[in-house]
């Protein structure tokens, strides 16, 4: 029988020295426009297998635009996203790219885990159904297994006392803590986080933080676009500040947040945190 919680380091793991060595993310030349507006400028990115990756930024600067290029939510306009090796979404064929068909497409997106800012849960399954549903339908699971595989993921975040409750019945972190388990049931190798908090009460935050802490601490490979910034700085390998569709500047956590060395970031991390000077 599978195991979910094992997969997370299965997953992350590098068959290889080799494969140790390459990015499980590799974007070059990411752009996406709509009509005249440029949302992402060209966006060039690597992210180890393992690595938390958390992404800042001022709202509009392209963000969760990029998050929604790397699964191909969005189609880009130009450049090319590679998770693993494998080029997502196209195909070369002889000098050009092509369009992946979408049964391809979705058999790669499922090794790539969501979570939204709003939890978009079935809201006529049980929370149980919400996380079995995908590896049944996409991965072709037996009921049976993909059952005691989100019963331990209810467990693992927190709620195998709400199996059976439908999504109205849950609080807005228990919501979007059924919705990180339902990504971890499809096995993913990477984890996008798009602001999973936002649309939580504050009072809600924490168990969800909590949740992407322990992930964290598993080895899962997560991108993260956060306006949480305590949480990025504990919890990053690298951060990464966004602005007008370009990275502005990326490093530590202690780099970006104690001292960065591009203007912009001081002055949105000076008005996000309040901090008066950098050294």
Do not use: W
């Not at 059952?147 to 209810?154: G, R």
């Amino acid at each position: 029988m599978h195991d979910p919680i094992q997969s997370i380091e299965t997953n992350n793991a590098a068959t290889d020295g080799a494969a140790a060595d390459q990015p499980i993310v590799r974007i070059r030349g990411l752009r996406k426009s709509y009509g005249s507006l440029d949302v992402l400028k060209g966006i060039d990115l690597d992210v180890r297998r393992g690595e938390k990756v958390s992404i800042i930024g001022p709202s509009g600067s392209g963000k969760t635009t990029l998050l929604r290029c790397i699964n191909r939510i969005e189609k880009p306009s130009g450049g090319h996203v590679y998770v693993d090796g494998q080029l997502i979404g196209e195909k070369l064929v002889g000098d050009r790219y092509i369009d992946m068909e979408d049964r391809e497409l979705a058999r790669l997106r499922a090794g790539m885990g969501m979570v939204f800012q709003r939890f978009n849960l079935f809201p006529h399954l049980t929370a149980l159904q919400n996380i079995t549903i995908g590896p049944m339908k996409v991965l072709r699971t037996p009921a049976t297994e993909a059952e005691a595989a989100a019963l331990a993921l209810l467990e693992k975040v927190g709620l195998a006392n709400k199996r059976d409750a439908y999504p109205e019945m849950l609080s807005g972190g228990q919501q979007q803590r059924v919705a990180i388990a339902r990504a971890l049931a499809m096995r993913p190798k990477v984890m996008l986080f798009d602001e999973a908090t936002s649309a939580l009460d504050p009072e809600l935050v924490g168990e969800v933080l909590s949740v992407m802490k322990q992930l964290a601490s598993e080895g899962m490979t997560m991108i993260i676009v956060t306006h949480e910034m305590k949480f990025s700085e504990e919890i990053s390998d690298r951060v990464i500040f966004m602005d007008h569709g370009t990275v502005v500047e990326q490093g530590s956590p202690e780099e970006i947040f104690r001292t960065p060395s591009h203007l912009r970031t001081q002055t949105f991390l000076r008005a996000v945190l309040g901090r008066q000077a950098y050294q």
